[in-house]
């Protein structure tokens, strides 16, 4: 079944998983598709970043069940002076969601791998 994603920004209708709005150019991960509750093995696609490869596109591709490890939510707000007198002239919130996540990798039921490095070809590990 797909499910569609609409931009946050402009409404549009984005790819499957998110991708870049092609309307306003805003780029949307959709993670809303991960189910930490399921305790099932959920199949994994990560592209590693060219900085860890060499400049070479590679994906990982692995079974794994994921966990939530953590998510804090905090608002810090920095006040701003200035004037005569030194008055707080406004305030600038400063919202941080951070949250941490765990792949625990399970044997792919196919062949047994832990994961798979696809480079210019598969790798089995
Ligand atoms: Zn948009």
């Given at each position: 079944m797909e499910r569609k994603t609409n931009c946050p920004n402009c409404g549009a209708a984005l790819p499957q998983f998110g991708?870049?709005?092609?309307?306003?150019?805003t780029r949307v991960v959709d993670?809303?598709?991960?189910?930490?509750?399921?305790q099932e093995p959920t199949m994994f696609l990560l592209n590693l970043p060219q900085s860890i490869t060499g400049g070479q596109k590679a994906m990982i591709s692995m079974w794994a069940n994921p966990e939530l490890n953590s998510i804090t939510m905090e608002q810090n707000n920095t006040d701003v002076y200035g004037g005569w007198g030194n008055y707080k002239m406004f305030t600038i919130p400063e919202p941080q969601i951070a949250f941490e996540m765990s792949l625990h990798p399970c044997a792919?039921?196919?062949?047994?791998?832990l994961y798979k490095l696809k480079i210019d070809k598969e790798i089995n590990l």
């Open positions: 991708g870049k709005c092609e309307f306003c150019g993670l809303t598709m991960l189910d930490f509750d399921a792919d039921p196919r062949d047994s791998s």
